[in-house]
């Protein structure tokens, strides 16, 4: 166990060469929970970039084996998790817990959506409030938008990090705007659509699709079907149909499969792969 005690210590040796000293190094933060945020924070360290991405890279592994020990998910795969909302948000924050870099203190993401969900209630106290305020609220006015410099970086996909900075991809903003509306009692669900995630909200009787990486953009989903006779079927099952929340969990993580293979360090995305690709094993049940 890794405390406030004994961390300085650790981290004093983090530039020593020594071959003994570096394993003993890996073999201390592996068996930590491999996020040391809380204690860095309390002995007020400002570390320097160098040691920041050592120490990252020290906790991955006791990150990985968290995320494999906790992941819960049924035994009949994503088809058994029905519309279970608890298990579908336990499951993102393990996620995001594992792409964290595990020394920088931030709320967890319960607290980030929560937070959400309050600064909108503040922010429309005078008004009725439903989801395409919210939509507005959160992508038309431009607090998050989709990462189209950094498509592929792993962190879009951290909802957390999501929460904070604003940037995400397709999913991880619809899934976002999803688990917020939810908090406000608000009905938004997930649009399966082939190669491009989206969200589905409705106005009247009318079925709306919400681009959440291009501003919150509205599309009228029977606009899309009549009009556009050449989309492929696949594309009009997803208009029409439902997207559970085991699919778009599956997809999450085959989203993330994806990202590693795009960018960052081979010899860590190799482990990084070869742990999505069991965890989406583990959906396909």
Known sequence: ?????????????????????????????????GDLSNELTALALDLPPQHK??????????????LMNEWQIPAGGKSAMAEDWDSFEYHLRLISDYLHDGISLRPALSDALDILA??????????????????????????????????YLPQNSDLCWV???????????????????RRLNLEVSGCNYPGHFLARIYSDTDMLLVDCFHKGRLIPAQKVIT??????????????????????LWRFIRNIEHAFKQAG?????????????????????
């Open 118 to 151: 309050d600064e909108f209630s503040d922010d429309h106290k005078d008004n009725a409030i439903n989801a395409d305020k919210l939509r507005i609220w959160m992508f038309t006015n431009g607090r998050f938008r989709g990462n189209k410099e950094n498509y």
């Open 1 to 33: 166990m890794i405390n406030e005690t004994k961390l300085p210590h650790l981290l004093k040796l983090l530039d020593d060469k020594e071959p003994a000293t570096q394993a003993a190094l890996k073999s201390e933060f592996a068996t930590s929970s």
């Open 163 to 181: 929460a904070d900075s604003g940037f995400g991809n397709p999913i991880s903003l619809t899934t976002l705007f999803m688990l917020v509306a």
């Open 53 to 66: 991405a050592k120490l990252t890279k020290l906790l991955l592994p006791a990150r990985r084996k968290v």
């Open 265 to 285: 360090d081979p010899a860590v995305n190799e482990l990084d792969l070869k742990l999505f690709a069991t965890l989406s094993k583990s959906l396909e049940r």
């Open 227 to 248: 009009e556009h006779k050449d989309i492929p079927a696949n594309a009009k099952i997803a208009i029409a149909g439902h997207a559970s929340l085991g699919d778009i």
